[in-house]
T-cell receptor, first 111, second 113 residues
Framework: TQLLEQSPQFLSIQEGENLTVYCNSS?????LQWYRQEPGEGPVLLVT?????EVKKLKRLTFQFGDARKDSSLHITAAQPGDTGLYLC???????????FGQGTRLTINP | DAGVIQSPRHEVTEMGQEVTLRCKPI?????LFWYRQTMMRGLELLIY????????DSGMPEDRFSAKMPNASFSTLKIQPSEPRDSAVYFC???????????FGSGTRLTVV
C-alpha cells in the first residue's frame, strides 16, 4: 500500500508567524498536489508539482517538491487567520491512475 | 460553471434504511471519484469512473455499497442497508484528462442512527 504521511497533524500558531508542513512517502510520485479544505466544504486544489526540485509560489504560500519526488513541503509566510483549514497533500504514484491523500495537517491561525 | 454538485447536503437516516447520494460532475470532465471522509481515516477513495465505466472499486467497504454512472453528467452512491458506522462525509470529485487536479463537491454529511 502506498502511503502519504503528513506532519504535523495539528498546528496552532499566532497571526504573523511562519510555518512549514510536510508530506512524505517511501514511493516516488509522478505528481503531487496540495489542497486546502475549510469546514463544511470539499478540498480545493492549491497547486500541482510535477518536476523534482520544483518550487511554486502562491502569494504567501511556497510549495516545494523534493529532488527525488518522494516528499513535498508547504511553507506559509506571515500566516493570517484566513489560512486556517485542513491542508491535504495528494500523490499520483508512478503507474497509478488515482490520487492517494494524506491524513492532512489541521492548521489554526490565532488572531 | 457551477462546479461539482452533490445532493443532499445532509442526510439523517435510521439504521437499515437505503441511502442514495447524488453527484453531477463538471461538464467535460471524464473521471469521477467517490470519497468518504472521517476524522479517524481521513479521505478514502471508494470508487472511480473513467468515461462512465467503473475502473477501481477496491475501496468500496462491502456489498452494501454500490455506485453507478448511467451517463456523463450523473452518478449515484447507494448504501443498502445503512449502518451507524457508515456515518461520514461523502465527497464526489471530477477531473479531466488534461488536468490531473480534482474538483470536489461540497459533500453529503450522512448520519445513520
Amino acid at each position: 500500500t502506498q502511503l502519504l504521511e503528513q506532519s504535523p497533524q495539528f498546528l496552532s500558531i499566532q497571526e504573523g508567524e511562519n510555518l512549514t508542513v510536510y508530506c512524505n512517502s517511501s514511493s516516488v510520485f509522478s505528481s503531487l498536489q496540495w489542497y486546502r479544505q475549510e469546514p463544511g466544504e470539499g478540498p480545493v486544489l492549491l497547486v500541482t508539482v510535477v518536476t523534482g526540485g520544483e518550487v511554486k509560489k502562491l502569494k504567501r504560500l511556497t510549495f516545494q517538491f523534493g529532488d527525488a519526488r518522494k516528499d513535498s513541503s508547504l511553507h506559509i509566510t506571515a500566516a493570517q487567520p484566513g489560512d486556517t483549514g485542513l491542508y491535504l497533500c495528494a500523490g499520483l504514484f508512478q503507474g497509478a491512475q488515482k490520487l492517494v491523500f494524506g491524513q492532512g495537517t489541521r492548521l489554526t491561525i490565532n488572531p | 460553471d457551477a462546479g461539482v454538485i452533490q445532493s443532499p447536503r445532509h442526510e439523517v437516516t435510521e439504521m437499515g434504511q437505503e441511502v442514495t447520494l447524488r453527484c453531477k460532475p463538471i461538464s467535460g470532465h471524464n473521471s469521477l471519484f467517490w470519497y468518504r471522509q472521517t476524522m479517524m481515516r481521513g479521505l478514502e477513495l471508494l470508487i472511480y469512473f473513467n468515461n462512465n465505466v467503473p475502473i477501481d472499486d477496491s475501496g468500496m467497504p462491502e456489498d452494501r455499497f454500490s455506485a453507478k454512472m448511467p451517463n456523463a453528467s450523473f452518478s449515484t452512491l447507494k448504501i443498502q442497508p445503512s449502518e451507524p458506522r457508515d456515518s461520514a462525509v461523502y465527497f464526489c470529485a471530477s477531473s479531466s484528462t488534461e488536468d490531473t487536479g480534482y474538483t470536489f463537491g461540497s459533500g453529503t454529511r450522512l448520519t445513520v442512527v
